[in-house]
């Protein structure tokens, strides 16, 4: 599971690194559980199909989501709002699309439209119950976290997915 992690770990940084400008730090994966409770504000999500199939997720505090969003337009942003939402539905797109890449050499996936989800404690409709899910926490500079969740499940001979 360790490698199809990295390119998403990577992918991250990059993002972070390059589009965001904020240096972050990566935190140890954990299992975590689909209905565990969180504190994010706001999650970006991304399904995946193709030779392996899951979902991605980029969840968020509300000071994070808007200082990042401030960052990408140029403008304060006060709340949540069409910016905020926009500019996690195209982090998570980005992270995924370029953690994609990472994975070619294991299999082919093709990545859904992102889909963004807000409210306190707002609830993630993971596509496969079964699969287990990985959290990536990041810190970037002033100890704010954010997380990335992976749940992939791989396709083995025939139909079957493991």
Aim: proline residues 5%; contains cysteine; aromatic residues 6%.
């Amino acid at each position: 599971m360790e490698k199809y992690i990295e390119p998403f770990v990577e992918a991250t940084s990059g993002v972070f690194t390059n589009m965001v400008g904020m240096d972050i730090a990566v935190g140890r994966p954990y299992i975590c559980e689909m209905n565990s409770p969180h504190a994010w504000d706001i999650s970006g999500v991304i399904g995946l199909t193709g030779e392996a199939r899951g979902a991605v997720v980029l969840s968020l505090k509300q000071d994070l989501a808007l200082a990042i969003t401030t960052t990408l337009t140029g403008r304060e942003q006060p709340a949540l709002n069409e910016d905020v939402v926009d500019a996690v539905g195209e982090l998570i797109n980005i992270i995924a699309g370029n953690a994609k890449k990472g994975l070619e050499e294991s299999f082919k996936l093709v990545i859904s439209l992102p889909t963004i989800v807000d409210g306190p404690n707002h609830h993630i409709a993971w596509p496969l119950e079964q699969t287990r899910i990985i959290c990536i926490p990041f810190t970037v500079q002033g100890g704010k976290e954010f997380c990335l969740s992976v749940a992939l499940e791989t396709k083995r001979e025939g139909l079957k997915y493991e």
